[in-house]
């Protein structure tokens, strides 16, 4: 096999492979050009100086390492608000970060991240969207909604943050080790929007809270229902409200936030006045937040050493021969809504079509094969005994009184006593927040249940983990269930699964992504101990959603969905 030249899941903090200077003697004179030179390993050692421009690190740009000598003295900043113009009208908070850290495996030391633009509204001075970050020795300052860590995880050790209204907010688990938090006015210091398929949020160990004269602040306040943020062992300053926390006048969200304490020192820490709805944790509760367990995920990260215990690789592979019983055949759907079916490593394109393009396709238990697909707003089924004749489409409205913008790629699992229907959707009212906070394109996996397509539970979301989903197939590995999905936030595009005990949840932490760039539309099919994901992009196959080959699609042939049939009914297909 050869190794695929953009992998981007190295286990370990391995030595950078150059080093790159910025500033009046550097090789650079700005961040963002030291960045574009930049390859995955290199260290970019920042010089002394304030240097006001935006920098992204994009995607494609792993593992680097942002160096400064001291914080006080190597500034990055600017000055942009909620509200500027911008292309498409005024900004919203996720155009004004100073720095943007879109790829995983990043690193800062000894820097100091600024928004200056002070009481102007929604003004970030970092966002974090990468996976595995590590922040030591830096300072964050602004004054409305500072630093945003908003997915995976993230490290923050000594760090000093400061800020005024939610200056702390976003939905990663990020652990904040021995930091000083500063409140310079009246206001919140955090504002999690931790979803539910999330165990962590926010965790505070061995903090400091400080502030200004006379300031009085909330510890937090729930940007979402399951808002989750704790402090361990942390020293809070007269500035803390005694009743602690927030609702954001919305009591409902009393009843999902997890909010709690340990410990806590200082005239800030009296808990007697406390809202009922947050926790003093035991001693055996707040052992279960170490920062190992916060930051582990599914690969045993630890920030400390940079190490991981399991790495997502994908390789190039040659042209495999997929494991079919005898008696069986593979019957794919493609995207114009043909069918075709295999019985080895060859495809054949039947003269039959389902009644819709792009459906998905399940053979029940009785041997009767359901599709279902989109039909604008609505869940189209129809069954059909032979392939051939389809009975006519039911249609239903399952979002209904939900204020759907969109209903797209629903999909079908079957637990053994009903059927799991499963679709992407964005709703109006948004209380579930992607990263842009755009409703025209925020799509989550929901659910309902049925045994007869008639009567439908009512829809739940099915899968949140803090980032747009555009398509998901649930699969059964034997005693557990995967769900393999797509990564929709721009501009990665791309497949990851999570796990769960249970095909409704809850899900735990995601893989890496495990395709290339853009790949969509999941379509996964047994092959003996392997399983095949067909996408929008190719094929891959994998044992155990660790180590996954690329394989070459046959010519022709690009599934978005497949199920297992008889023989005799794939090849009695006219051809």
């Not at 602004?142 to 200056?167: H, K, M, N, S």
């Not at 930051?295 to 690789?313: M, Q, S």
């Amino acid at each position: 096999m050869k190794i695929l030249t953009f992998i981007l899941f190295a286990g370990s903090l391995a030595a950078a492979d150059r080093e790159l200077t910025v500033g009046p003697k550097g090789q650079y004179q700005t961040v963002q050009a030291a960045v574009d030179a930049a390859a995955p390993h290199s260290v970019i050692h920042i010089q002394p100086g304030v240097y006001k421009e935006r920098i992204v690190v994009p995607c494609a740009k792993p593992f680097l390492t942002f160096r400064g000598d001291d914080p006080l003295t190597t500034i990055l900043t600017n000055n942009s608000h909620a509200g500027l113009p911008g292309p498409k009208g005024p900004i919203n908070t996720f155009a004004t970060q100073t720095v943007f850290i879109q790829a995983n495996d990043f690193t800062a030391e000894n820097l100091t991240f600024e928004n200056s633009a002070g009481n102007q509204g929604q003004a970030v001075a970092l966002t974090i969207m990468g996976d595995r970050g590590i922040f030591r020795n830096c300072r964050f300052l602004g004054y409305q909604d500072t630093l945003l860590p908003q997915a995976g995880r993230q490290y923050f050790e000594r760090c000093y943050i400061e800020g005024a209204v939610d200056f702390i907010f976003g939905g990663s688990a990020a652990y904040f080790d021995r930091c000083t938090i500063h409140v310079t006015a009246n206001g919140y210091i955090t504002a999690a929007n931790t979803t539910m398929d999330q165990r962590y949020g926010y965790v505070f160990d061995h903090a400091s809270v400080t502030s200004a004269p006379n300031v009085k602040t909330f510890l937090g306040r729930p940007w979402r229902p399951w808002s989750a943020t704790v402090f361990l062992n942390t020293e809070l300053s007269d500035a803390i409200r005694p009743e602690g926390w927030d609702n954001w006048n919305d009591p409902t969200r009393e009843k999902t936030v997890r909010y709690a304490e340990y410990r806590s020192t200082g005239p800030g820490a009296p808990s007697s006045a406390r809202v009922s709805w947050a926790r003093q944790l035991s001693d055996a509760e707040a052992a279960g937040f170490t920062m190992e367990k916060v930051l582990a995920g599914l690969d045993g990260w630890n920030p400390k050493t940079g190490e991981v215990r399991a790495t997502v690789h994908l390789a190039k592979a040659a042209a495999a021969k997929p494991v079919i019983p005898p008696a069986s055949a593979w019957l794919a759907v493609l995207p114009d809504g043909h069918l075709a079916w295999a019985t080895g490593a060859q495809w054949t394109i039947a003269r039959v079509s389902l009644p819709a393009p792009s459906a998905r396709i399940l053979r029940a238990p009785d041997g009767v094969v359901h599709a279902v697909w989109a039909d604008a707003k609505r869940l189209a089924h129809s069954t059909s005994q032979d392939l051939l004749s389809w009975s006519a489409p039911m249609f239903t409205d399952v979002m209904a009184g939900k204020s759907a913008l969109d209903f797209n790629s629903p999909n079908l699992f079957y637990d053994g006593s009903r059927f799991i229907v499963t679709w992407s959707c964005t709703i109006t009212r948004n209380f579930i927040q992607a990263f842009q906070e755009d409703v025209e394109d925020n799509p989550r996996i929901w659910y309902a249940t049925t045994r007869d397509f008639e009567t439908f539970s009512d829809p739940r979301l099915l899968f949140d983990n803090n980032y747009a989903v555009r398509d998901a197939q649930i699969l059964s590995l034997g005693d557990r269930y995967a769900l393999v999905h797509n990564d929709n936030t721009g501009p990665v595009g791309n497949l990851r699964a999570a796990f769960s005990d249970s095909p409704l949840g809850p899900w735990g932490p995601s893989t890496d992504a495990f395709a290339a760039m853009g790949a969509a539309a999941p379509a996964a099919i047994r092959s003996a101990g392997e399983w095949w994901i067909y996408h929008s992009r190719g094929l891959v196959r994998t044992r155990d959603f660790w180590s996954f080959a690329e394989v070459p699609l046959p010519a022709g042939v690009r599934p978005v969905s497949v199920i297992e049939v008889s023989r005799t009914l794939a090849t009695g297909l006219p051809r």
